[in-house]
């Protein structure tokens, strides 16, 4: 089945600053990669997602880079500021059917500092 | 508000207790799932139903047992749990593929806070 890794697991950048969160999959039939935001004590909420047949995609100070070849995507966040200190989990899926069997990575606690 | 709604939000249970968690989705989606979220583990997929039938059980224990009357609703049923089942179970809905630009998005509930003693 499906194995997704994430790193790192904790990520410390000052206001301002770029954060990038990597993570690779396992299984190459994977063609859906969304990206959630979970802030303490809330739901995981979708903030970006690729398909395989997308390269790349930006939302103003996100943005999410696929590599199929190497089962890799990475999201990346410009201009960061302090609420967007959270939890970040990526996730692979294969869309098939009517439903999404999502796997998700371990996390990562990003901490913005003023 | 996502459409996703879960109840209790806290529960406490001893455990020979029996109890069940319940989660009601408003947006017309066909799958709903149950994840797991603890603190040393990553988001668990437990159970996925797809428009009732039940198509995938993660290798989860007898003691939780799933129910989904309808594609709107979804329980999950707690018995005899263990304390390290203690975690945030969280609810998620997802429309059928194609169904515009959303289609197949994970829309989670806010989760019910699970403590065994």
């Known amino acids: 089945g499906e194995n997704v890794e994430q790193h790192p697991s904790t990520l410390s950048v000052q206001e301002g600053d770029s954060a990038v969160i990597k993570c690779t999959y396992s299984?190459?039939?994977?063609?859906?990669f969304p990206w959630y935001k979970q802030e303490l004590g809330k739901r995981p909420q979708l903030i970006i997602d690729?398909?395989?047949?997308?390269g790349e995609k930006k939302d103003q100070r996100i943005a999410v880079t696929l590599n199929k070849t190497a089962k890799h995507f990475s999201l990346h966040i410009t201009e960061t500021q302090p609420e967007d200190s959270a939890v970040y989990f990526c996730?692979?899926?294969?869309?098939?059917?009517?439903?999404?069997?999502?796997?998700f990575g371990a996390g990562t606690r990003l901490a913005v500092h003023p | 508000e996502t459409g996703v709604t879960q109840t209790p939000r806290h529960l406490v249970m001893g455990m020979t207790n029996k109890k069940s968690l319940k989660c009601e989705q408003h947006?017309?989606?066909?799958?709903m799932y149950w994840y797991k979220q603890s603190a040393k583990k990553p988001l668990e997929l437990m159970f996925v139903?797809?428009?009732?039938?039940?198509?995938e059980n993660n290798s989860v224990p007898s003691r939780f047992s799933p129910e989904c009357p309808n594609s709107s609703h979804l329980f999950l049923h707690l018995h005899t749990l263990q304390p390290e089942d203690s975690a945030l179970y969280l609810c998620?809905?997802?429309?059928?593929?194609?169904?515009?630009?959303?289609?197949?998005?994970?829309?989670f509930g806010e989760g019910s806070w699970l403590t065994v003693v």
């Open positions: 690729i398909r395989s047949n997308v």
């Open positions: 139903y797809n428009f009732k039938e039940q198509t």
């Open positions: 996730a692979a899926s294969i869309l098939s059917g009517g439903y999404n069997k999502l796997i």
């Open positions: 947006l017309g989606h066909n799958a």
């Open positions: 299984d190459s039939a994977s063609n859906y």
């Open positions: 998620a809905s997802s429309p059928r593929q194609g169904r515009g630009t959303s289609g197949n998005t994970i829309y």
